[in-house]
């Protein structure tokens, strides 16, 4: 499986523009894009993180760590993802960092997504879609969701998120609309960012594998 995931890092390398400052995001597959992006460090202005994670290794690497809000709109975002539909809507968050990741795929032109073969599926929902809550909200969150989707949300107990808040787990959702689904859970009070990356898809998305596929 880490050599798949390896494949796709380094084949996302080849979308990376001269002097450009690349959106990086998290989790075990990115780990190899940046280990790529360290050996063509030069070539490039530096990068934005979406995680702390993501900046230590980032920085072992040599590679300057920017600010977003010094940038500016940034080429090109890569990252990984827990699922990937057939229209390249995700869900991410597996490694708590959803939030910061949705912020600069919004901020991004190209966001390309990298994974192995097993993220793929026909219909989002059997990886537990992960929602980032503000603490004191919890329970009350977790009441609407069951409400609104018949999911079981589950408290990922004993991780906080780099921005300080907690995150759900919901099991058992069958998510047939993705945009919808997005955009209802988000209006819930307390709700800092949803899992859900369909308003917002993948531009491209590269599957691991000899030769890597490259699907748009
Ligand atoms: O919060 C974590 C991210 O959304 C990751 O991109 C996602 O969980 C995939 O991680 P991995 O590449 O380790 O499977």
Redesign the pocket.
Known sequence: MSEL?RLAGEKAIEFVEDGSVVGV??????AYFIEALGRIRDRIAGAVSSSEQSTRQLKSLGIEVLDLNAVGPLRLYV????ECDPHRRLI???????TR?KIIAQASDRFICIIDPAKQVPVLGRFPLPVEVIPMARSLVAREILAITGGQPVWREGVVTDNGNWVLDVHGLQIVDPVVMEERLNQIPGVVSVGLFARRPADVVIVGGEPPQVLR
């Open positions: 995931k995001g998290t989790g075990s597959t990115v990252d990984g993802a827990d991410k968050g597996g490694g708590a960092a959803l990741e």
